[in-house]
């Protein structure tokens, strides 16, 4: 069982700011800015590393492209923070690839 299909499958509920054929962007449940929100590849790869070795770069561009939007959509354009929590060492607490956007404040050196 994986929280972030279930979300990307709409059985779990979900704030989206952005989605397309290939990510969802939402809102963090637990947000550490005023602007926080999970960009998560509708397919599961459980973190960066599985998703360089087994993506064709079709959701690695996907990504990339929706940050740009998420920022642009949350008007944060300007300046804001990506995070990848990388396998238990790196914090990562959700086994399915995530990026965090996090904005809207200047931000400090660690928070997350
Ligand atoms: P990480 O620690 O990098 O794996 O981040 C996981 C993030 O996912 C954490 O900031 C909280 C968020 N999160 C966990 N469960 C849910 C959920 O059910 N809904 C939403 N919107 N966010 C969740």
Do not use: W
Request: glycine letters at 8%.
């Amino acid at each position: 069982m994986c929280i972030f299909c279930d979300i990307v499958e709409g059985k779990i509920p979900s704030t989206k700011v952005y989605e397309d054929e290939s990510v969802i962007a939402i809102r963090d449940l637990n947000p550490q800015a005023p602007v926080h929100v999970l960009v998560i590849p509708r397919k599961h790869f459980d973190n960066i590393v599985d998703m360089a070795h087994n993506d064709d770069g079709a959701y690695s561009a996907a990504v990339v492209d929706a940050i740009a939007e998420v920022a642009k959509i949350e008007g944060i354009e300007d300046g804001f923070r990506v995070i990848n929590n990388c396998g238990e060492d790196g914090g990562q607490s959700v086994m399915h690839v995530h990026f965090h956007v996090l904005g809207g404040a200047k931000l400090g050196e660690k928070i997350l």
